[in-house]
């Protein structure tokens, strides 16, 4: 089982970015099956849960994204997505995907979003 991010970069203030995990190695049962979400850990600070989504597509944002912030999931590609739209510097950061399954949690290595001002 794996969990790759991809799809960060450097992004202006206002800009948006859309970060992609793949879940290779889950079959696909589980994977419907199973929570998704994704966390960022900014320089300095602990890691912190961004936006979360069931296996029923039940979303949960923390307060600083809701509403610019959207978590979706393709249950037949095994894929997560998170739009980030009027992004701000203070969500700069490495961004990692989380994926249950198998009775634990996958983590990816993390992708870096960078937000200049």
């Known amino acids: 089982v794996q969990v790759v991010e991809s799809g960060g970069g450097l992004v202006q203030a206002g800009g948006s970015l859309r970060l992609s995990c793949k879940a290779n190695g889950f079959i696909t049962s589980v994977f419907n099956a199973n929570p998704m979400a994704w966390y960022r850990q900014a320089p300095g600070k602990q890691r912190e849960l961004v936006a979360e989504?069931?296996?029923?597509?039940?979303?949960n944002y923390s307060g600083s994204v809701k509403g610019r912030f959207t978590i979706s999931r393709d249950n037949a590609k095994k894929m997560v997505y998170l739009e980030m739209n009027s992004l701000k510097s203070e969500d700069t950061g490495v961004y990692y995907c989380?994926?249950?399954?198998?009775?634990?949690?996958?983590w990816g290595q993390g992708t870096q979003v960078t937000v200049s001002s």
């Open positions: 989380n994926a249950a399954g198998y009775g634990t949690n996958y």
């Open positions: 989504i069931t296996s029923d597509r039940v979303t």
